[in-house]
């Protein structure tokens, strides 16, 4: 199957991080579907649209939690 026919779909973490997954493929532990399936261009474009940061969840709590001597590059 070419990549232009392939379906996927979004998928989250437990740390809030987005990607995708192919609809046939059994999903890796820890991710779960979000709802959104398609294309990969429409997939990504979504994903695009919704993620803000690219910060696992744990290590923004951690940087906020640890003052302003924290620099994130």
């Not at 429409?42 to 709590?61: K, N």
């Amino acid at each position: 199957m070419s990549e232009r026919s392939q379906q996927f779909q979004v998928v989250l973490n437990p740390e809030q991080q987005y990607s995708i997954w192919p609809v046939d493929q059994p999903l890796p532990d820890g991710w779960q579907p979000t709802g959104r399936a398609g294309s990969k261009a429409a997939c990504l474009a979504f994903i695009d649209e919704v993620w803000r940061g690219t910060r696992p969840v744990d290590l923004g709590e951690r940087g906020r939690h640890a003052g302003d001597d924290v620099t994130y590059l």
